[in-house]
């Protein structure tokens, strides 16, 4: 029930876009994003819920196809500061709404 | 508002020996989350609480790891007996609602090393 996340690893420029891919093999009720820096725990960037809802920061964006099953998540104009592991998370409602990891985009920005 | 609290930060133990971790959420926060996260792996969801209630632990190796979360408010991970596959970072966290709708805050994780 992981999701899987594409790319594995993007290596970008500062001022370039990019855009991370969360799929599921099963229905999505929410799609969860984080980012974890090298030796930190996982912050928080943004929740989508079915029915179009966000919650999340205001200079992050993101899509959510239900239909698809498939999240993305769009980060323009990169700053160094976005280098990190990125991580969505997908809830199960099947298993009582346990909480599923994806398998993680490393970015990483350079000057 | 002060974070999830996590203690201790480093743990190093010989396999076969025990462990606890604690872990103290966000006051006023029903849910709690434990995760192990092998190095290069995203979390793993171990056990979520709601309130001192098991919502699921379907993911936690129940023949040497045990937690509690006693009042609703902290919890102890524990495990006994430890072996190498079991050094990972075990991260807490805590959400105010159920996971659907509602951003979870790590705690800074505890780095297990079994030798």
């Known amino acids: 029930q992981q999701p899987v996340q594409s790319p594995q690893a993007v290596i970008l420029r500062e001022g370039e876009d990019a855009v991370i891919n969360c799929s599921s093999s099963?229905?999505?009720?929410?799609v969860h994003w984080y980012r974890q820096k090298h030796g930190e725990a996982p912050v928080f960037l943004m929740i989508?819920?079915?029915?179009?809802e966000q919650k999340g920061h205001e200079k992050i964006s993101a899509s959510f196809n239900e239909k698809k099953q498939q999240s993305s998540l769009y980060l323009t104009a990169s700053q160094l500061s976005y280098s990190g592991t990125y991580f969505c998370?997908?809830?199960?409602?099947?298993?009582?709404?346990?909480?599923?990891f994806g398998t993680g985009t490393s970015l990483t920005v350079i000057p | 508002e002060a974070g999830v609290a996590q203690s201790p930060r480093y743990k190093i133990i010989e396999k076969r020996q025990s462990v606890a971790f604690w872990c103290n959420p966000i006051?006023?926060?029903?849910?709690l989350y434990w995760y192990q996260q092998i190095l290069g792996q995203g979390p793993k969801l171990l056990i979520q609480?709601?309130?001192?209630?098991?919502?699921?632990d379907s993911q936690l190796p129940k023949d040497r790891f045990s937690a509690e979360r006693l009042k609703g408010v902290d919890s102890t991970l524990k495990i006994q007996p430890a072996k190498l596959e079991d050094s990972a970072v075990y991260l807490c966290?805590?959400?105010?609602?159920?996971?659907?709708?509602?951003?979870?805050?790590f705690g800074p994780g505890t780095r297990l090393t079994v030798l």
């Open positions: 099963k229905a999505l009720y929410s």
């Open positions: 006051s006023g926060h029903a849910t």
């Open positions: 998370g997908t809830v199960d409602p099947e298993f009582g709404n346990q909480f599923y």
């Open positions: 609480f709601q309130n001192n209630g098991v919502v699921d």
């Open positions: 966290a805590s959400s105010s609602g159920r996971g659907v709708y509602n951003e979870q805050f």
């Open positions: 989508l819920l079915k029915g179009g």
